[in-house]
């Protein structure tokens, strides 16, 4: 069975940078995606990527986030850059294939 864990989530100021990772036994032929759900809504997709490397963003993100994979290390990444207080949520990667979340990570964007 697919097992994935997020890291990298933590407290960070407006306009600050964080890096997650998700790693695990992710395909390289899989599609990969990032989602988050803010405190009283529902889950959403941020970003994903194709295993060629084709990225396609979440319009609130464009611009700010970059999604990335690492076959050899088995690791997605996002970088996500110029936070706001809006991109506070848990974060969860995703194996779009296979249909399998991990445990998702918490980012808090706060003065």
């Known amino acids: 069975q697919v097992q994935l864990a997020e890291s990298g989530g933590g407290l960070v100021q407006p306009g600050g940078s964080l890096r997650l990772s998700c790693s695990g036994r992710?395909?390289?032929?899989?599609?990969m995606g990032w989602y988050r759900r803010a405190p009283g809504n529902q889950r959403e997709v941020v970003a994903q990527i194709t295993n060629t490397g084709s990225a396609n963003y979440a319009d609130s993100v464009k611009g700010r986030f970059t999604i990335s994979r690492d076959n050899a290390k088995n690791t997605v990444y996002l970088q996500m850059n110029s936070l706001k207080p809006e991109d506070t949520a848990v974060y969860y990667c995703k194996d779009e294939n296979f249909g399998v979340w991990g445990q998702g990570t918490q980012v808090t964007v706060s003065s």
């Open positions: 992710i395909s390289t032929f899989n599609t």
